[in-house]
């Protein structure tokens, strides 16, 4: 079946502007998560969501950083005044979010945001 | 101490050989842990899961160690295709996030 897919697969934006990821998760999948990983780092964690809710907003680095999932399915991380630290790969996961494998996650192929 | 550490290599092994490559994790209460692969600029991929002692896919035992909090992967028979950064990946109880390791990167070389 289809797996995560994310759109756009690069972004090349300037410095203070606002841009949008969407993520797709594996239909089916409760729980969607928001990774960023830099060159040479494992991802990061960022946001999680059970369903609509977000059940854990802790790895947001600040304020400029939001993300919806407002059906439930598709989620858009939304970065404001982007700085060029904020270039790194996004990356979005779903899993199915109950059951005995509950949390195993499956990724989609990321985004590449750089900010010029 | 960062939560998830590993070596981050490069192991480079010749084709046939043995490889394993161990973590270490700080947190004592974490119950579910995994192995993914990740290629050069492409997502990570779920390898393997181990929840309980450990366990075993094709060339691939995975084993935990929770006195020592230590898991370990083990690779048989290394193929070129191997190649690839490996990344840990710890959870604790609960709807907590994920916690990555930074990778150990493997070379096979023919």
């Known amino acids: 079946g289809a797996g995560v897919s994310q759109t756009p697969s690069n972004k090349v934006t300037e410095k203070g502007k606002y841009v949008e990821l969407r993520c797709d998760p594996i239909?089916?999948?409760?729980?969607l998560y928001w990774y960023r990983q830099s060159l040479g780092q494992g991802p990061e964690f960022l946001i999680y969501?059970?369903?609509?809710?977000?059940?854990?907003d802790s790895g947001l680095p600040n304020d400029r950083f939001f993300a919806v999932r407002p059906e439930g399915s598709v989620s858009t991380l939304k970065i404001q005044r982007t700085e060029r630290g904020d270039s790194a790969v996004y990356l979005c996961?779903?899993?199915?979010?109950?059951?005995?494998?509950?949390?195993?996650?499956?990724f989609g192929p990321g985004t590449r945001l750089t900010v010029l | 101490r960062k939560e998830v550490e590993q070596d981050p290599g490069p192991f480079n092994v010749p084709e046939g050989a043995t490889v394993a490559f161990n973590c270490t994790y700080s947190?004592?209460?974490?119950?579910?842990f995994f192995w993914y692969r990740q290629d050069c600029r492409k997502e990570p991929k779920l390898l393997m899961s181990v929840y309980s002692s450990g366990n075993e896919d094709g060339r691939f035992t995975a084993q935990l160690n929770r006195a020592s909090q230590y898991i370990s992967l083990l690779i048989r028979d290394s193929k070129l295709s191997d190649s690839a950064t490996y990344l840990c990946?710890?959870?604790?109880?609960?709807?907590?996030?994920?916690?990555f390791g930074k990778g150990t990167r493997l070379s096979v070389i023919a």
């Open positions: 239909s089916g999948h409760t729980a």
């Open positions: 969501f059970q369903g609509t809710g977000a059940a854990d």
């Open positions: 996961a779903s899993s199915l979010g109950s059951g005995r494998t509950w949390n195993e996650q499956f």
């Open positions: 990946v710890v959870n604790a109880p609960g709807n907590t996030p994920l916690v």
């Open positions: 947190n004592s209460a974490s119950q579910s």
